[in-house]
Nanobody, 121 residues
Framework: QVQLVESGGGLVQAGDSLRLSCAAS????????MGWIRQAPGKERESVAI????????RYEDSVKGRFTISRDNAKNMVYLQMDSLKPGDTAVYYC??????????????WGQGTQVTVSS
């Protein structure tokens, strides 16, 4: 059974930083692309950041470029999202997601339960 467990969300002020973590249980984690997806109330889900299986390739949604950094530690089966200069518009539930493939343009096969990030102005 695939498990993705997010942690690190919370309530912060605009300009603050947060680091989200995701622990993955699936074997061969290092063969799978990972991503962080968020969904704000009343809005569609959007892919925030994607990282390839090796970690060499990353992609970001335009509004977070230069502020968010996705990384992974394949030895620990972990993926992270460092979020700096947070804005109220970043308020959402953030989900960790895993692909069956080493690269993905945004499609994922497994999802975590999500962690709430709230940024106050």
């Amino acid at each position: 059974q695939v498990q993705l467990v997010e942690s690190g969300g919370g309530l912060v002020q605009a300009g603050d930083s947060l680091r989200l973590s995701c622990a993955a249980s699936r074997p061969n984690f290092s063969n799978h692309a990972m991503g962080w997806i968020r969904q704000a109330p009343g809005k569609e889900r959007e892919s925030v950041a994607i990282i390839s299986a090796t970690g060499r390739d990353t992609r970001y949604e335009d509004s977070v470029k230069g502020r968010f950094t996705i990384s992974r530690d394949n030895a620990k089966n972990m993926v992270y999202l460092q979020m700096d200069s947070l804005k109220p518009g970043d308020t959402a539930v953030y989900y960790c997601a895993e692909s069956n493939f080493p690269y993905t343009a945004g499609g994922f096969d497994y999802w975590g339960q999500g962690t709430q990030v709230t940024v106050s102005s």
